[in-house]
């Protein structure tokens, strides 16, 4: 990657040393960051990136921003975050397995994870342990969420990052951008959706396409679960039907072990 | 005004004429889970796609005046400052084929903030200039209340308003461009008996209207039940979505971003249309949140509807068109909201 010089309005702009890690994920996240061919040389070109497995091979241990993806679900996963943590100025949490857990987290729903362990893997048992998010184990600056995350936000963050600007989401619901989107709600085509609990920025990506929110970008400001429950109960809808999208990404959780408590079939 | 009639089977040579330029209008737009037919404003490219004849729409013509995203200018940025480039959005005169009277009352009623104060909004009014207006007589739906808000009937702001006499149109003519369009068409002077036929009509519909809202005295007891707790029964179910605020024509609140490209080179400013039902509509620099109470703000919003602009024009900024309540999953609705602070109606929440 060539060491071009960047300026804004005139201020050369330093280039941050970045990397680029991933924990138990599908590395969807660093592929989104690679898909955007358009803007790619324009994106690379912001950054010194001195680790990126999915993109490169050289890699480096001195670096400013860690972008992390996935979630810690093993000891020694533990143990590199603290690495990274004490190497990183600023840590990124990217994608919905490193904000919440991600899909990973719904193996924490089953109360005994030996008998998961051993339905999945048999005799040849791994470890592995229950599904946390990384600002569970080291403190994180910035979230990205999403599953997968969006590049145009990302490249949004890091913009801002390099510029010193300040970096801001949106705290509403993703209702708004629905509506600005002009869909149909689907509750009115009778499906259920997370929309009205869900952090926006996705654009209403999934409604849009006609399916449900799953909340994969987590809660909004201050939701209102109970409302929904209710509206969810009033258009057909169970509170395990609830409960399943509430917990698909972990986002929700401190919300589902209240609904747990009272849920109805 | 000039009336004209013209048989229903020549709105079609209406829509041909008018087709040289964009053409907006209500459209089918699929069913909902009880199998009612759902209908939107959007381009239409085919007379066959235009149902004049529809109940209501799920959104408002809001997006064509006021887009939920536009860009309003950007930059070229240079070693020692930066180029401007204004773009107003509008480049095509639009018809708005078949407006409902609460839809123009509505644009009517932004003009008078937007266009009609010392800083015009030039956006907004590049795109207001450019619309050429055809107004549709309609149906009272259980939801509608503009009758209420005076919004029933509408005195301007439109070229043309078509009402359906049975076998012909009856047409108001508003603008010199209307009588042009019309007078093409094999048209006539309406004759006695359909003076009469178009009054009827417009009593039938009358007595359709089912909802109503009091607004007797209403800025005074808005104001008399500032602290009522009825606010916060209301405060309890609001999801803070903004879907009311996106659906209504009227909500015109914004806020602007500025962003810089990824190259570094360019940069633009955004404003995208807000909600005061949104949790930071109220937060201020340094990180104050004037309103961090759902309740506050849905009360705020009845207020700037139904007291604030009361006091500033006389007249409500709510049209009475419903969509909000309609669109509100948790059920909100002004004409419940009402009743419930003025003391009637009981239990709503």
Redesign the interface.
């Known amino acids: 990657m060539t060491a071009k010089e960047?300026?804004?309005?005139?201020v050369p702009?330093k280039k941050p040393r970045a990397a680029f890690f991933e924990f138990t994920s599908c590395e969807g996240c660093q592929l989104q960051l690679l898909n955007n061919e358009a803007?790619l040389v324009?994106?690379l070109s912001?950054l010194t990136i001195v680790n990126f497995r999915e993109a490169m091979t050289e890699q480096s241990d001195e670096y400013d921003i860690a972008f992390i993806e996935g979630s810690i679900t093993r000891d020694d996963e533990a143990e590199q975050l603290k690495i990274i943590r004490s190497r990183a100025q600023t840590l990124v949490a990217m994608g919905s397995c490193a904000c919440f857990g991600g899909v990973n987290q719904l193996k924490n729903r089953f109360n005994d994870l030996a008998w998961v362990k051993e339905q999945v893997y048999g005799s040849q048992a791994i470890d592995t342990r229950e599904v946390l998010p990384l600002s569970a184990i080291v403190p994180v600056d910035l979230e990205i969420y999403g599953c997968p995350i969006k590049k145009e936000e990302v490249?949004?963050v890091?913009?801002?990052l390099v510029?010193g600007?300040s970096i801001d989401y949106p705290?509403?619901?993703v209702?708004?951008e629905c509506?600005?989107?002009?869909n149909?709600?689907l509750?009115?085509?009778?499906q259920p959706c997370l929309?009205?609990?869900t952090r926006a920025g996705c654009d209403a990506w999934c409604p849009a396409n006609r399916l449900g929110c799953w909340g994969c970008r987590g809660p909004?400001?201050?939701p209102?679960v109970g409302?929904?429950r209710q509206?969810m109960h009033e258009h057909g809808f169970t509170d395990e039907q609830l409960l399943d999208r509430l917990e698909c990404f972990g986002g929700f959780a401190q919300y589902v072990t209240e609904l747990k408590r009272t849920a109805k079939g | 005004m000039l009336f004209r009639v013209f048989a229903k089977d020549h709105l079609i040579n209406l829509y041909d004429i008018l087709a040289v330029n964009h053409i907006v209008g209500p459209m089918s737009?699929?069913f909902?889970?009880h199998g009612a037919p759902?209908y939107?404003f959007d381009f239409i490219y085919d007379f066959a796609e235009l149902q004049l004849h529809y109940p209501a729409t799920?959104?408002s013509l809001k997006?064509f005046v006021l887009p939920?995203?536009e860009t309003l200018c950007t930059f070229d940025?240079?070693?020692?400052?930066?180029q401007k480039h204004v773009d107003y959005n509008a480049y095509k005169p639009t018809v708005y084929f078949g407006l409902h009277a609460c839809d123009i009352n509505a644009l009517n009623k932004l003009d008078k903030v937007l266009t009609g104060n010392v800083y015009p909004d030039p956006y907004y009014a590049a795109k207001r200039k450019n619309m050429f207006i055809i107004g549709a007589g309609c149906t009272p739906q259980p939801f509608c209340f503009c009758k209420s808000m005076g919004t029933d009937s509408v005195l301007h702001g439109f070229d043309l308003f078509l009402t359906d006499l049975g076998d012909s149109y009856f047409a108001e003519i508003h603008s010199a461009r209307a009588f042009a369009f019309i007078s093409s068409l094999e048209c006539r002077e309406p004759r006695q008996s359909e003076h009469q036929r178009f009054m009827e009509v417009a009593q039938e519909r009358m007595n359709l209207f089912t909802c109503h809202v009091d607004t007797t005295d209403l800025t005074k007891i808005l104001d008399l039940e500032f602290q009522a707790e009825v606010w916060r029964e209301w405060g309890?179910?609001?999801?803070?979505?903004?879907?009311c605020a996106?659906?209504c024509p009227t909500c015109y609140c914004y806020g602007i971003e500025e962003?810089?490209?990824?190259?570094?080179q360019h940069a633009s400013k955004t404003r995208h249309?807000y909600?005061c039902n949104?949790?930071?509509f109220a937060q201020v620099a340094g990180g104050h949140n004037f309103r961090p109470e759902?309740h506050d703000r849905l009360k705020y919003r009845y207020y700037h509807k139904h007291r604030g602009f009361v006091e500033a024009f006389e007249e409500s900024l709510c049209v009475g068109c419903g969509r909000c309540g309609q669109?509100c999953?948790?059920n909100i609705t002004v004409p419940e909201v009402i009743a419930s602070v003025r003391g009637e109606g009981g239990d709503h929440a």
Not at chain 1, 187 to 190: Q, V
Not at chain 2, 77 to 82: E, I, N, P, R, S
């Open positions: 960047r300026t804004y309005l005139g702009v803007s324009d994106f912001l490249e949004k890091v913009t801002n510029l600007k705290r509403y619901p209702c708004m509506k600005a989107n002009h149909v709600c509750f009115d085509l009778g929309g009205p609990i909004a400001e201050k209102n409302q929904l509206i | 737009k699929g909902d889970r759902l939107d799920i959104h997006r939920p995203r940025l240079q070693k020692d400052g930066w309890r179910k609001c999801l803070s979505c903004g879907t996106n659906v962003n810089v490209d990824l190259g570094l249309l909600s949104l949790i930071d759902s669109s999953l948790a």
